[in-house]
T-cell receptor, first 109, second 113 residues
Framework: EDQVTQSPEALRLQEGESSSLNCSYT??????LFWYRQDPGKGPEFLFT???AGEEKEKERLKATLTKKESFLHITAPKPEDSATYLC??????????FGTGTRLQVFP | DAGVIQSPRHEVTEMGQEVTLRCKPISGHNSLFWYRQTMMRGLELLIYFNNNVPIDDSGMPEDRFSAKMPNASFSTLKIQPSEPRDSAVYFCASSVQGAGERYFGPGTRLTVT
């Protein structure tokens, strides 16, 4: 059975305090992995796609990396506007996206 | 270009009533997805369409749920009769088939009392 686990469930950081979010998965027929950001009351917003182990993508203070069994979202010197829930979602070769339950990040000034 | 449009944004109804949620995908996208989000289960795929044809409806919880896509620019998700456990946020998303990234609408928050 396909499984996606994100940790921690919640993370509180001081502004400027770097950290990492983890997504571990067991998915058959994996084609890629997506990261989304979701703000309260809004739909998920696409951040990154990763397709192969060792691949890295960066956007502003965020960097996503991928291994065979997990992905990390590194946040460098976060700001309060980075506060959101971050969702990872492995993509199967059937084109089905399986979402984790997310990490709720709060960044305090 | 406008993103995915969903209506209504909020719906409050009584148990047993019919509920219809509406979605307009991004122009040029030929895949459409309906998701449900709850605190307990997170984001779950209910059904998706490619070129207006339902491909996988294995996530539709019961026969009370049905979805249609009569043309490339419109889809509906209907619940009849509704039950309190259907209360959730329902998202519609669209993409170019095979491209992977889904673009989500703002969601419809459904409350069934």
């Amino acid at each position: 059975e396909d499984q996606v686990t994100q940790s921690p469930e919640a993370l509180r950081l001081q502004e400027g305090e770097s950290s990492s979010l983890n997504c571990s998965y067991t998915v058959s027929g994996l084609r890629g992995l997506f990261w989304y950001r979701q703000d309260p009351g809004k739909g998920p917003e696409f951040l990154f796609t990763l397709y192969s182990a060792g691949e890295e993508k960066e956007k502003e203070r965020l960097k996503a990396t991928l291994t065979k069994k997990e992905s990390f979202l590194h946040i460098t010197a976060p700001k309060p506007e980075d506060s959101a829930t971050y969702l990872c979602a492995p993509l199967k070769n059937t084109d089905k996206l399986i979402f984790g339950t997310g990490t709720r990040l709060q960044v305090f000034p | 270009d406008a993103g995915v449009i969903q209506s209504p944004r909020h719906e409050v109804t009584e148990m047993g009533q019919e509920v219809t949620l509406r979605c307009k995908p991004i122009s040029g996208h030929n895949s459409l997805f309906w998701y449900r989000q709850t605190m307990m289960r997170g984001l779950e795929l209910l059904i998706y369409f490619n070129n207006n044809v339902p491909i996988d409806d294995s996530g539709m919880p019961e026969d009370r749920f049905s979805a249609k896509m009569p043309n490339a620019s419109f889809s509906t998700l209907k619940i009849q009769p509704s039950e309190p456990r259907d209360s959730a946020v329902y998202f519609c998303a669209s993409s170019v088939q095979g491209a992977g990234e889904r673009y989500f609408g703002p969601g419809t928050r459904l409350t069934v009392t």
